[in-house]
């Protein structure tokens, strides 16, 4: 009997001390889990100057030198990136206005993105994709200097691209010497992100994430915020998405645009892309009819053709004023022709109907409906 007790209040022991032993491993694990979460939350405030950290010393942005710069300006040569570099407090409270992208991918907003940046009093980052952030974690400094950092980072790099809108194949720079992209001159009205597809992709497949991580924006912001949806023609913005998606490697996809030749892409991969592109389309339209968010059409061939007009469009939209000096050097950066990639693909009378039929549909695309408009 003796055994058989000392036997049971072993066992008893042995259970008390297991179960008092997973208490305390719950316990250290929701703390470890505290831990880190807030670790994560300030790493994210300062997120937007990590990237930067080992670019050299300096705070003021890394704007190109202008050949005869103004001694107001505030901007100098691409060598000052450091991550303790933020926007000042009183730079931060006078912005104005917040502005962002949608659209299709392929559509000129890498152009029109750049060409804002350098303006004096606009910053705008490249595809930072400020949607696909968790912004609870952000303060509206934090975002602000995430977006700065990010505008420091492209004008540093002076990121190369292929434009959608232009004949040049080879891609080329859209740094503007002497103006102020990655800079500002004495204080920021706007501030934003260039991020056209996307935006449109996530307000179209997560539309209640996309719902909440807006309201988290204006939240943030406390300001006005606008909407810049540039337009491509769809024929060519169609043609070029199939043919990138055909190659699925940039490298090809460029050797394709520079030799101008015409190529056999499947009928399926256009019905796909045909299908793709006026699915995405609706953003623009859920932009104005369900959030009311005032929105400018940027129609790629116009923007080409007289980029002057149409920036100063685009200043007047955002409530800036631009510079003659801004909007020549601007216009002799965008001068160009259309990239018409529709010739060089072969379509059926069915897919230029499908597509004619879905332009209708969309005020703002009425003048493409021809396709050799």
């Known amino acids: 009997t003796y055994h058989v007790m000392l036997q049971s209040m072993q066992v008893a022991m042995v259970t008390y001390l297991s179960k008092k032993l997973a208490f305390l491993l719950l316990i250290g694990t929701v703390m470890l889990v505290y831990y880190y979460c807030s670790q994560g ?22 704007a190109p030198p202008a050949a005869n710069p103004k001694p107001e300006s505030t901007h100098t040569p691409p060598t000052a990136l450091n991550k303790s570099c933020k926007l000042p407090v009183s730079v931060i409270n006078k912005i104005k206005l917040y502005v962002f992208f949608i659209g299709l991918p392929r559509s000129g907003h890498s152009i029109v993105g750049a060409m804002l940046d350098s303006h004096p009093h606009i910053v705008v980052s490249n595809e930072l994709n400020v949607f696909d952030k968790e912004l609870s974690r952000y303060t509206k400094a934090s975002l602000f200097n995430r977006i700065w950092s990010a505008s420091r980072y492209n004008a540093f790099t002076d990121a190369k691209i292929v434009a959608a809108l232009h004949d040049d194949t080879k891609g080329y720079s859209l740094a503007i010497d002497g103006m102020y992209q990655g800079s500002y001159d004495s204080f920021i009205d706007v501030i934003g992100d260039k991020m056209g597809g996307l935006s449109s992709v996530k307000m179209m497949d997560k539309p209640k994430l996309f719902e ?32 990138f998606y055909h190659f699925g490697n940039a490298t090809l ?39 009311h968010l005032d929105t400018l059409d940027i129609h790629g061939r116009d923007l080409l053709a007289n980029p002057r007009h149409i920036f100063s469009d685009i200043c007047d939209f955002l409530q800036v004023s631009c510079s003659l000096d801004y909007l020549d050097k601007v216009s002799q950066k965008l001068y160009g022709k259309e990239c018409k990639t529709r010739y060089q693909v072969t379509w059926s009378d ?21 396709f050799n408009s």
């Open 350 to 370: 069915e897919q230029i109907l499908k597509v004619k039929e879905n332009i209708m549909k969309f005020k703002n695309l009425h003048k493409y409906s021809e």
């Open 41 to 62: 939350v300030q790493r994210n405030s300062v997120e937007a100057d990590s990237m930067s950290e080992s670019m050299g010393s300096g705070c003021t942005a890394a």
């Open 212 to 243: 909440t991580r807006l309201n988290q924006l204006l939240s943030i912001t406390a300001l006005p915020v606008k909407v810049l949806h540039v337009i491509r023609n769809p024929y060519d913005n169609i043609a070029t998405s199939a043919v």
């Open 253 to 291: 996809f460029g050797q394709f645009r520079k030799s101008n030749k015409s190529i056999n892409v499947a009928a399926e991969l256009i019905d796909d892309t045909i299908d793709y592109f006026f699915h995405y389309y609706q953003a623009s339209e859920i932009i104005r009819e369900k959030f």
